[in-house]
């Protein structure tokens, strides 16, 4: 049979050190089923809808504000401790080309409970458009994968369990979603307190909707009712909010254009 040598790339090497840190989580998924329909229906009224992934990591920025634990992290430096953060930062996976080859990147959004939704979006969307070396976050990542491998995985360990260098650099959750290929993640892995993931969204407004947790910081019951807050969350803040876009839409349309200037003869 033959076979052909296939080198370690760069997206291949940056996915094996995410996992060598991931696996050392003791991470455990909870699942809700919600049920979003008002959601569903505010924003199909839009022209300009806001993207699910920037509604959803809304959502649980706000539920990481309500609940301490998922600010949360489990560092090893100087001694095993948790460390609590006092704003949020959102990471985003993103499937990007390079060097032509999938590339799984990673985008960070700081605070991003205070960002309105077609902020986000437009953050989203830059992540996922603009050429890849332009972007801070996705230079930085590529330029480690260069390092050998020892020094590789001492920078991981430096970020990872160093109190600053952690949300600064890996941020305080992650979002990590593919449900728009029809198909989802049971259990996505990373080296965060919380990952977020869900299902294929129906039109009745049903969704699986887990989160991915680190047991050391906290316990499956706390998970459970940030669960249920986030669903109350999107069905309350988040349809206000793209009710209130809808609305603003409507009187942009309605307001009268201004006058045009008398032709000089033509």
């Known amino acids: 049979m033959a076979t052909r040598w296939i080198g370690i790339s760069k997206p291949r090497r940056l996915v094996c050190d995410l996992l060598h840190f991931a696996a050392k989580v003791p991470s455990v998924p909870v699942q809700r ?7 569903v229906d505010a924003r199909d009224a839009l022209n300009d809808r806001p993207s699910w992934t920037a509604i959803f990591t809304k ?4 539920v990481s ?9 489990y560092v090893k430096w100087p001694w095993a401790h948790l460390v609590e953060y006092d704003t949020t930062v959102g990471v985003v996976t ?6 032509s080859e999938s590339a799984a990147l990673f985008g960070r959004i700081k605070n991003p409970a205070s960002l309105s ?3 986000l979006t437009k953050i989203l969307r830059d992540f996922s458009e603009r050429p890849i070396l ?3 976050d996705f230079r930085r990542a590529l330029r480690i994968t260069r390092l050998p491998l020892p020094l590789r995985r001492l920078a991981w360990w430096i970020g990872l369990n160093c109190t600053r260098q952690r949300a600064r650099h890996f941020g305080t959750f992650g979002v990590s979603v593919y449900s728009a290929l029809g198909s989802e993640s049971l259990h996505p892995i990373a080296p965060l307190t919380v990952v977020l993931n869900y299902g294929v969204i129906q039109s009745t407004g049903e969704v699986d909707v887990r ?12 998970v459970a009712r940030a669960l249920r807050y986030m669903e109350d969350v999107l069905n309350g803040p988040i349809v206000f909010e793209l009710r209130e876009l809808d609305q603003d839409a409507v009187h942009e349309r309605a307001s009268p254009q201004p006058a045009m200037s008398p032709s000089n003869g033509f």
């Open 94 to 99: 993103f499937e990007r080309d390079f060097e």
């Open 134 to 136: 332009e972007i801070k």
């Open 65 to 73: 504000d309500e609940f301490p634990a998922f600010r949360r992290a």
């Open 33 to 39: 089923r919600m049920s979003l329909e008002a959601v």
């Open 117 to 119: 939704l077609p902020e």
């Open 59 to 62: 959502a649980l920025a706000a």
């Open 211 to 222: 989160i991915v947790y680190d047991h050391r910081v906290m316990d499956g019951t706390t």
